[in-house]
């Protein structure tokens, strides 16, 4: 599983954090695939997030093993920073300012419990836990232990195409001067391998904050992996809103290396 405090519908809780770290990169919708037993991996990247009045940037770094067959764990990091327009109460004026800082640090883990068959979709169970390492008072996280848990079903609809679903449930720590709900978020992906080292992904997703009754939040977001023989998968991404209160513009780069265990050497 790949390894998204700001504005919009990706900074809610642990599920934006763990997008921005973890999902299937580029996109913000995973799939079912756990590494292979004994594999590692390594990724970086970079993360820009537009609204009005705020630009929040991240630049997460993530490594994953696979700790048993069909079940993986990893841990996510990073660090960010923000531009805000703000109104300055002693001038009555609009000024902008920064901050930046360290993010929050995230554990996941993605249990595949379901091979695929002709009908059915290999499925995975996703739980995630975003521990408060960044800094509330610099508006950069909420303070706040949030928890996750994603069930994510993967299908092959030809031997070019992928299609994944996910539907999970973020439970979000509560700062104590701020009124937030939980949070149910779902999407479908799709993939397509255009030849064997270049692959287009494409999706749609949303969150609905189950408190205050706001509207469902709607993205898009579309990009490009390309891999190579040695492990490496350059990928870049960007997408918009089309519904709700999201972000004017997500964009995103970053490379993932795969890579297995030395093998011990025989005598």
């Known amino acids: 599983m790949s390894m998204r405090a700001g504005v919009g519908v990706l900074m809610a809780g642990v599920v934006s954090a763990a997008s921005v770290v973890f999902a299937a ?5 995973d799939d ?11 990724e970086g990247g970079a993360w820009y997030e537009k609204d009005s ?9 993530g490594v994953a093993a696979g700790i048993f067959p069909s079940l993986e764990l990893g841990a996510g990091f990073g660090g960010q920073f923000e531009e ?4 300055d109460e002693t001038i009555g004026e609009e000024c902008a300012h920064s901050e930046s800082g360290i993010g929050d640090l995230i ?3 993605k249990w595949q419990f379901l091979k695929e068959s002709t009908w059915l979709p290999r499925q995975a169970i996703v739980p995630a836990v975003k521990f408060p390492t960044s800094d509330k008072d610099k508006g950069l996280g909420s303070g706040k232990t949030d928890y996750d848990l994603t069930w994510i079903a993967s299908k092959s609809l030809c031997e070019k195409i992928g299609a994944h679903i ?32 270049l692959q287009w992904v494409g999706e749609v997703f949303a969150e609905k904050e189950l408190r205050s009754g706001t509207d469902t939040a709607v993205m ?6 390309l891999s190579s023989a040695e492990g490496l998968i ?12 999201a972000p004017d513009l997500i964009a995103q780069a970053g490379l993932t290396w795969e890579f297995g265990l030395p093998k011990a050497e025989q005598k």
């Not at 079912?32 to 390594?42: G, I, N, R």
């Not at 805000?84 to 109104?87: A, D, H, Y």
């Not at 898009?220 to 992996?225: K, S």
């Open 25 to 29: 990169r580029p996109l913000i919708i």
């Open 32 to 42: 079912a695939d756990p590494l292979d037993f004994k594999k590692l991996k390594a």
């Open 53 to 61: 009045g705020c630009k929040h940037w991240d630049f997460p770094f």
């Open 84 to 87: 805000r327009t703000e109104i």
């Open 107 to 109: 554990i996941v883990a």
């Open 166 to 197: 996910n539907l999970g449930y973020s439970w979000i720590g509560e700062p104590a001067d701020e009124d937030v709900g939980d949070i149910l978020h779902y999407g479908l992906a799709l993939d397509y391998r255009i030849v064997d080292a």
């Open 220 to 225: 898009f977001n579309t990009g490009l992996r």
């Open 234 to 245: 350059f990928d870049i991404a960007a997408g918009s809103r089309l519904a709700g209160d």
